[in-house]
């Protein structure tokens, strides 16, 4: 066969990735995906199953010690364990988000130091950008970095921080020369036990109940000048760079809860009958399983995509990123929705699933930048000329 029609086939090492993940996912993590949202808790058993099969942080590379899983393939991970638990999904999805910064930016030194403990699984890495004040307008942020010597002092507050607490290491936006916006801000490695870091309580979410969201304080935190990421001045840049890759992992996250949705409601339409057969014989039925397939595997296709960008640093990944998290997070809100109506008085109830998923969709559209904000940035390449 000629393997330019080979285009829009996954390889085999990706449908091998694929296959083992979702293995993992059926067996040790969609079963206790209910319980996760109800309680609200960190899906420690999930974490412990990803682990034992390397998928916890599989885009670290091999020499630090990772499973060095490509893009795509991180992606594809992070699609499965979203299918079977949104909150789980987030394991994988925000290591590479923590790690992002370093990967891009990093001296040797620093990946070599932290790295290899997320690749084995002993640490979690979270990203802390965002403020109560900051959120779209993230240069706007206040917490500050002032060099003393050897170090750094790090003082204000971060919010939204997913897996916060749970995580060891911290990757920190801080300004470093104030009053100069996206050219005054510097990116560090800050680490749990640093005296000065506590957090906030638990937010209490609509969805990824099993994944702790909590406010980061940081009191006269005192850090040596080596946990700098890259240069002084220059982290603005670097935040940008890491959301331009991990919003396709929010796409792939999206696509998986969307498949998830639209897996239980296929089964569900053809099991309930009403009017003497299965409600699947009806077309109004058909028509929205129809609408719901459609934009999944366009979301898929362009998460697949962008994910390829991604690898290869595509001088056009920033629109690709945007365009695929903003895509798939409004096709899996659509999807999702869909699913409960499929599912009628049943699909409002908590006895099945796709009220959750429903609910863990949302955060999609909200977060690594809200579909506003990715609108913002795909017009502003598209009148650059650069994408297609
Ligand atoms: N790559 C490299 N450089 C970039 C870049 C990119 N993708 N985007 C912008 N830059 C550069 C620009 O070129 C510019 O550089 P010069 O001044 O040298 O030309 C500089 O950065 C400033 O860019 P802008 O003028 O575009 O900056 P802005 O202040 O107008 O902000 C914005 C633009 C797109 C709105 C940006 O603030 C943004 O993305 N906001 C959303 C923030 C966000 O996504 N937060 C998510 C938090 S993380 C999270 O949610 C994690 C979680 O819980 C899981």
């Known amino acids: 066969a000629n393997p330019q029609f080979d285009v829009y086939r996954l390889p085999e090492e990706h449908e091998e990735i694929k296959a083992a993940t979702r293995e993992v996912c059926d067996a040790e993590v969609a079963p206790r995906a209910a319980e996760t949202d109800a309680n609200a808790e960190f899906p420690r058993k999930s974490y412990d199953a990803l682990r034992a099969a390397d998928l916890h ?89 002032v060099r003393d010597g050897d170090h750094f002092v790090i003082n204000g507050a971060k919010r939204w921080i997913t897996n916060a607490g749970e995580s060891e290491y911290y990757t920190v936006f801080a300004s470093t020369t104030p009053g100069s916006k996206s050219k005054g801000i510097s ?67 999206a696509v998986g809860i969307a498949q998830g949705a639209l897996d239980y409601a296929t089964g569900y339409v053809q099991e309930r009958k009403q009017f003497g057969q299965a409600v699947s014989q009806f077309q109004g039925i058909q028509f929205m399983l129809a609408d719901a397939a459609m934009k999944l595997t366009a979301a898929r296709q362009m998460t697949y995509v962008a994910a390829g960008k991604s690898e290869r640093e595509d001088h056009d990944l920033t629109f690709y990123g945007a365009a695929a998290k ?57 009148l650059k000329g650069i994408m297609g």
Do not use: W
């Open 57 to 145: 942080a599989p885009h670290i590379p091999v020499e630090y010690g990772g499973a060095g899983i490509d893009a795509l393939g991180t992606a594809i991970v992070i699609e499965e364990v979203a299918r079977a638990c949104a909150s789980s999904s987030l394991i994988p999805a925000v290591n590479k988000l923590g790690t992002m910064p370093l990967l891009l930016a990093g001296s040797d030194d620093l990946k070599r130091r932290y790295l290899p403990q997320v690749a084995s699984g002993e640490a979690m890495f979270s990203y802390c950008l965002s403020e109560p004040e900051a959120g779209s307008d993230v240069a706007g942020m206040t917490t500050k970095a």
């Open 187 to 253: 990116a560090f490695v800050v680490e749990k036990g640093d005296e000065g870091v506590s957090f906030g309580a638990p937010e209490h979410k609509l969805g990824i109940k099993g994944s702790p969201t909590r406010e980061v304080f940081f009191d006269n935190v005192r850090i040596p000048a080596d946990r700098l990421i890259g240069e002084v001045d220059e982290g603005f840049k670097i935040a940008m760079r890491t959301l331009d890759h991990t919003r396709v992992t929010i796409a792939a996250q």
């Open 326 to 382: 903003c895509f798939a997070s409004d096709a899996a809100m659509d999807i999702t929705t869909d699913a409960v109506q499929l599912l009628g008085g049943y699909g409002y109830t908590t006895d099945y699933p796709v009220e959750r998923m429903m609910r863990d969709a949302k955060i999609t559209q909200i977060y690594e930048g809200t579909n506003q904000v990715q609108r913002l940035v795909i017009g502003r390449q598209v």
